[in-house]
């Protein structure tokens, strides 16, 4: 067959996705924070947005009245309703919300999964609160706001994400005593450097000899200024190990004598239990190495712990489900978390009135549809997201009554069909998102575990709850009695739990228990 140039004419379908639309999906996924942020960017940027506060937007009272608030911008005042309206049959049609077919559009994009699990099914009990104010004259605003009652916690006024945070950090308390023990520009130089290096627990774990070359001083000016600050409060602090920290400690209480020294040197042969070891390592008698194990237990091995350390980020909670008046849940947003953009639609319709270049019309009547596009996709994300939390609240109503024991099994197949959301968007809802229940605050994801099958064929187990009587099975265990992993199989097994060992190995291993021979150890030295 001869090869030739020829023009064929094709057909096909592709899928694209606008701008607006990747905007949408963007705002989906992103937590509180990151979405405040890139809200404050869009207010920086775009003409026609503002924020809800420092547009002094009016109570509905107000607004149902007919009172005219004035602009922000330029301190020009409101226009006539009627002029807004016919301004806003002038503006350019900005593309519709993104509703949840259209953000279903990615179902190729599926990649977030759950394990597999089985639909649960309760009776909505919970209520949620639809129908916000009414809009503000002038105004174009995410209606968000009316999705559940306007409050910040729970009914007994526990604020949800309170932060406890230490007077002073390790870091200044140490400052402050190296600006008294000397006055020497090196040492004083020399030692921030140190502060710096040591880390929560009051550990120095860089290298001395490291330290000098980066310096460009000597290892013995180094050595000395550590030494220095090996003297500070809290005791202990600077050492480069836990034999040095021990031996600060007892040196401080003048306790570290020869038999006490060859105790710490040896200190590994504690964690072993090896009673008999101790005995030969100090040359002491059975009752003379108790006492140095108290002693030395009574020590602190981590002392920087006392002062506080970097400032945690508290999680600022999404959702609230609180008790309803009816004994089911009511679930609201945290408005808090939620920023709230206003489009003028008056600042629009004065600057179109101008005559501007093509240049300038084109520029003004993309930030507008921009603006009134960012409006809509968030009210769209605060609806989309109470809808998600809504169906997770039905789905694991017994969690919230009874405790994690009655968690269910649950994936994003059997939330998506119920809110009829494809898997793709209720994975990104679900991101970075956190619920405030009475039980805790926990990360939306938290609710979909795995299920695990049940002896008698009845219902399925949920990971998590599973992982739950694990943990219960070993703190009611006895120092004489260890369970082993093949008898918490047994153990599972007659609760009707069907389950193998080697799951019940990755469980305990997820959940931080040691085997039940490090367990055995453990108790061993405790009875020591």
Not at 22 to 42: F, M
Not at 111 to 138: L, N, W, Y
Request: net charge negative; proline share 4%.
């Amino acid at each position: 067959m001869a090869l030739a140039p020829r023009l064929e004419l094709r057909q096909s379908q592709q899928l694209v996705m606008t701008p607006q639309l990747q905007q949408a999906i963007k705002l989906l996924q992103l937590s509180n924070i990151e979405l405040t942020e890139y809200v404050d960017q869009q207010l920086e940027e775009n003409p026609f947005l503002e924020s809800a506060k420092d547009a002094g937007e009016p109570d509905r009272a107000a607004a149902e009245g007919g009172a005219e608030p004035k602009s922000s911008r330029d301190g020009a005042e409101r226009a006539e309703p009627r002029a807004s309206e016919a301004a806003a049959a002038d503006a350019p049609d900005a593309q519709d919300a993104p509703d949840t077919d259209s953000l279903d559009m990615t179902r190729a994009d599926a990649h977030a999964r759950a394990e597999d699990g089985i639909d649960a099914s309760f009776d909505e009990d919970g209520a949620v609160r639809m129908g916000g104010d009414e809009p503000t004259a002038g105004y174009q605003t995410n209606e968000w706001a009316g999705l559940g009652e306007k409050r910040n916690g729970f009914d007994d006024d526990r604020q949800v994400g309170e932060r406890h945070t230490s007077e002073i950090s390790l870091r200044e308390h140490l400052n402050d005593q190296l600006k008294v023990a000397t006055s020497d520009p090196q040492a004083l130089f020399v030692g921030a450097y140190i502060i710096d290096l040591i880390d929560d627990a009051g550990y120095f774990r860089d290298d001395v000899a490291d330290v000098a070359a980066r310096l460009g001083t000597e290892s013995d000016a180094v050595e000395e200024t550590l030494r220095l600050i090996q003297t500070f409060e809290p005791i202990g602090v600077g050492a480069r190990g836990l034999k040095e920290c021990l031996s600060l400690q007892l040196k401080d209480r003048d306790r570290l004598d020869p038999a006490m020294r060859a105790f710490v040197d040896n200190i590994e042969l504690l964690a072993k239990a090896d009673l008999k070891g101790l005995m030969q390592a100090t040359k002491s008698d059975e009752d003379d190495v108790r006492d140095m194990i108290a002693e030395v237990r009574a020590l602190n091995p981590k002392p920087g712990y006392a002062y506080g350390g970097e400032l945690v980020q508290i999680v600022t909670p999404d959702v609230f489900v609180l008790k309803d008046a009816d004994g089911g849940w009511k679930v609201e947003l945290n408005n808090d978390t939620l920023p709230r953009v206003l489009v003028n639609k008056h600042y629009y319709a004065k600057v179109s009135k101008d005559k501007a270049a093509e240049k300038d019309a084109s520029y003004v009547q993309e930030q507008f549809a921009n603006a009134s596009w960012l409006a809509k996709s968030l009210d769209q994300r605060a609806r989309t997201i109470l809808k998600v939390a809504e169906e997770i609240v039905r789905q694991q109503d017994a969690f919230l009554a009874y405790g994690v024991k009655h968690l269910r099994p649950l994936n994003l197949r059997a939330v998506a069909d119920a809110i009829e959301m494809h898997e793709s968007t209720v994975s990104r809802v679900t991101s970075n998102k956190y619920i405030a229940t009475p039980r805790g605050i926990f990360e939306l994801k938290y609710f979909f575990t795995a299920s695990i099958s049940s002896k008698s064929g009845g219902e399925a187990h949920s990971a998590e709850a599973v992982r739950h009587r694990i943990k219960e099975l070993v703190a009611a265990e006895t120092p004489d009695a260890v369970l082993s992993d093949d008898k918490l199989v047994e153990l599972l097994g007659q609760d009707g739990i069907e389950i193998a060992r080697r799951t019940v190995a990755k469980y305990r291993e997820t959940l931080g228990i040691p085997s039940s021979v490090q367990r055995r150890r453990a108790a061993l030295r405790a009875a020591i």
